[in-house]
């Protein structure tokens, strides 16, 4: 072999590596555009879930506040009966009072007072329930908070993972006769590894 085929070699061999590291940087360029918009995707569900929350604390925090009101009523009720149970002169006067009513009148007394009675109950048994309810919504929106949390981290490590190959790829360009074959690779959410050669022509897309 001659000195100007071995020059054409060489030549060719740098150009090649050229273009090699060429379609490694336009690579690494999309895959930065796909870990930008799975970033901005995350962020944007966070403060949605962040809203969520709020709202569901707002509410857990109403409910809580009428359920202290009406267990002091219930409170206030069951006073009043001990009262009347520990007081003769009382219970008297209040024997009396109804004493002096018609049995209609008495009757429709007695009926309203169950119908309170009840009504203080099912509004006490749904307000525990709405608790209950708006506590678990409550720690699930917490919970997908904290996921998206961890997700914008993973990605955002992802993120300045290919930045440092982008620019050691640039780098490398430049300087075209001390390139070596390249080899990515990164892991995004802990599920799987993706590697990218020389000879791959598109970094794989990004789950979202």
């Known amino acids: 072999m001659g000195e100007a085929d071995i020059n054409k070699y060489d030549l060719a061999r740098l150009q090649a590596e050229v273009e090699q590291e060429r379609e490694i940087k336009e690579m690494l ?4 555009c796909d870990l930008r918009h799975t970033l901005a995707d995350l962020e944007e569900r966070v403060n949605s879930v962040d809203g969520e929350e709020n ?15 009406l267990e002091r009523q219930i409170g206030v009720v069951q006073e009043r009966l001990e009262s009347l149970r520990g007081n003769p002169m009382d219970r008297l006067a209040s024997i009396r ?20 009675k009840s009504s203080l109950q099912s509004q006490l048994l749904e307000s525990h329930l709405r608790i209950e309810q708006e506590g678990k919504a409550y720690q699930k929106a917490y919970d997908e908070r904290r996921a998206y949390l961890s997700e914008i981290a993973k990605v955002s490590s992802a993120f300045v993972w290919t930045r440092k190959q982008l620019a050691q790829s640039q780098k490398t360009v430049h300087n075209p006769g001390k390139g070596a074959p390249v080899t990515l690779r990164h892991d995004l959410k802990g599920k799987r590894s993706v590697a990218s050669t020389v000879t791959q022509t598109r970094l794989p897309r990004l789950k979202r």
């Open 29 to 32: 360029r999309e895959s930065v």
């Open 97 to 116: 009072s109804y004493d002096e009513m018609t049995v209609d009148t008495l009757r429709h007394r007695l009926k309203l007072l169950t119908t309170k």
């Open 55 to 69: 709202e569901w604390r707002t509410r857990y925090e109403t409910q809580l506040e009428l359920n202290r009101q």
